[in-house]
């Protein structure tokens, strides 16, 4: 079956499936008559429900905003007050002491499998931007790497190719989030969730042929990373789907591992009943902050002066809200049995300032620390040269111990002030920071409409959190008339503008006429302004953007 435009009957009864998106060289062997059926038996059992979720997130928001806070949900008490486990996480989960995170680029394949990370959270939501080549080429090159005949030439002549299997990272998936379309896979002319898409064929080319590598081998089995999870309805979505799958191939109930990122403000409320409803294939909770400051800033935009986040760069994991949130995490996740799992060192090594290298790599190293001697099992990096630097500080807690869930955390009860306690972070809005939000916001969206979803931006690997932090925080500025701490001058649409296009100038004066010609800068300002100016606020800045890629 060709990848090119037209229908794709997948049987004589089943609805009219088409592929509307370009053609992709070898898409013929991940768009299986088989593997497209798959999706679509996704897609007709469990669409109706993804949409009912989606629609109660805007509800929920809207209670968010009457009344100005958020408390644990008396109707599941009974779940956090009971007492149950999550199911033992198979041998290639155990150790999870460094992970990292990266797009599924043939290249990238390579290097992180190679990495000497435990785990690699291979990504097809935040840090990749869903061309259709992006989405078909990433599932190729995973089947490719667990066959064991991938390998990557530069353009520079250097060969990649893999180490021995033993050596290799556990490949860990992350589909998208429930809220995105799949536009180039149509079934009787409705696009079907990126997120069945992703799950769908992963787990259909792969699940087998991980199962027959044996327990011995560090891919083994199926693995995912959950993204944007709102709520455990949500949880219990993602569960009757991997149910669905498993009985579908025919794989054992409970094969599947999941591991959830609490990346959205509403979660975080909800982590115990969340590992409830994926009990049985349940494997951690993850520490996602980036899309967590981003959820707080969207559910609480317009609640008052209380919740208005400060320059993004000062909110550290120190910062009170944050930390009583890393103490709910490891909490809840030891005594339900599962793993904690902190969050990313995002920077990137110079080649070429040592100093610059010094300094970030102090904070990686203390930011680290902090989350072994916290309680967590393990943390994210996203550069192969931060996986030593991770790795030597949770060696030095965990030891020979391949994690340390026998470590209960913090006895503190944590409260729901706590965690919506923003205000205690310190921190002033500031220009400096309103013009970096500019800076990072444009930059990385002209790399995303370009296909690259993992970006580096002043020494930092950005992927579509980043954006939506930096777009929200100038959403919330503008409509609570703050006052900027360093110039005393109002955050403003006006203001935001300006600095929108003193941007785009000094981008063409350092890229020079023709490398600006060709990008897209100014469709990138246009949508950074529409997503940040708005009077309305967009839930996330990849839904207007996705008519824009190919």
């Known amino acids: 079956m060709a990848a090119d435009q037209g229908p794709l009957g997948v049987s004589p009864a089943a609805p009219v499936v088409t592929v509307a998106g370009p053609r992709v060289p070898r898409a013929e062997e991940v768009l299986t008559p088989e593997a497209v059926a798959f999706v679509v038996g996704l897609h007709r059992a469990f669409e109706g429900r993804r949409q009912e979720l989606l629609a109660r997130r805007k509800t929920r928001r809207a209670e968010i905003a009457a009344a100005g806070t958020l408390d644990f949900l008396p109707e599941t008490a009974a779940v956090r007050e009971s007492d149950w486990q999550v199911a033992e996480a198979p041998r290639a989960l155990q150790d999870r002491r460094v992970e990292i995170t990266g797009p599924t680029d043939r290249k990238m394949v390579i290097n992180a499998l190679n990495s000497g990370a435990r785990v690699w959270l291979a990504d097809f939501e935040d840090a990749t931007a869903p061309t259709w080549a992006n989405v078909v080429t990433g599932q190729i090159n995973l089947i490719d790497a667990f066959e064991g005949r991938i390998d990557f030439t530069s353009s520079a002549g250097k060969a990649y190719t893999l180490k021995p299997a033993d050596q290799l990272a556990t490949v860990v998936v992350r589909p998208r989030g429930w809220h995105l379309d799949e536009n180039h896979l149509l079934v009787d002319g409705t696009p079907v969730a990126g997120a069945f898409l992703d799950f769908g064929l992963y787990f259909f ?177 996203a550069h192969p040269d931060l996986v030593p630097v991770a790795r030597a500080c949770f060696d030095a807690v965990l030891g020979d111990r391949p994690n340390q869930k026998d470590n209960p955390g913090s006895d503190e009860v944590v409260t729901a002030a706590q965690l919506l306690d923003i205000a205690g972070s310190g921190g002033h809005c500031t220009e400096a920071g309103l013009h970096n939000a500019v800076q990072v916001g444009v930059r990385y969206i002209e790399a995303w409409l370009r296909g690259l979803g993992a970006v580096g931006i002043f020494n930092m690997m950005e992927d579509a959190a980043t954006a939506e932090i930096s777009r929200s925080q100038i959403w919330q500025w503008i409509h609570n008339d703050v006052v900027l701490a360093d110039t005393g001058e109002k955050a403003t649409a006006d203001l935001v503008r300006r600095l929108v296009a003193e941007e785009l100038a000094a981008l063409r004066a350092e890229l020079g006429d023709d490398a600006y010609a060709g990008g897209r800068w100014n469709e990138a300002a246009r949508l950074f302004e529409q997503v940040a100016l708005a009077e309305e606020f967009v839930d996330f800045l990849t839904l207007p953007a996705l008519a824009l890629l190919d």
Request: proline share 4%.
């Open 205 to 381: 080319h792969n699940a087998k042929r991980l199962l027959a590598k044996g327990a011995d081998d560090p891919n083994s089995g199926p693995y995912f990373y959950l993204p944007k999870t709102e709520s455990h309805l949500e949880a219990r979505l993602w569960n009757d789907v991997f149910t669905h799958g498993q009985a579908a191939l025919g794989i054992p109930h409970g094969t599947i591992r999941a591991t959830v990122l609490i990346e959205t403000i509403t979660a975080a409320f909800e982590m115990e009943e969340i590992l409830y409803e994926l009990r049985e294939h349940a494997a951690g909770l993850n520490a996602g902050r980036w899309d967590y400051l981003f959820s707080i800033v969207k559910n609480f935009r317009d609640t008052g002066e209380h919740y208005i986040l400060p320059d993004r760069n000062s909110v550290t994991m120190a910062s009170p809200f944050m930390a009583a949130y890393t103490r709910l995490l490891v909490q809840t996740c030891h005594r339900r049995g599962a793993h904690a799992i902190g969050g990313m060192a995002a920077f990137i090594p110079s080649r070429r300032d040592a100093d610059v290298n010094a300094a970030a790599l102090e904070k990686v190293r203390a930011d680290k620390d902090r989350e072994a001697a916290g309680g967590f099992d393990g943390s994210w990096v």
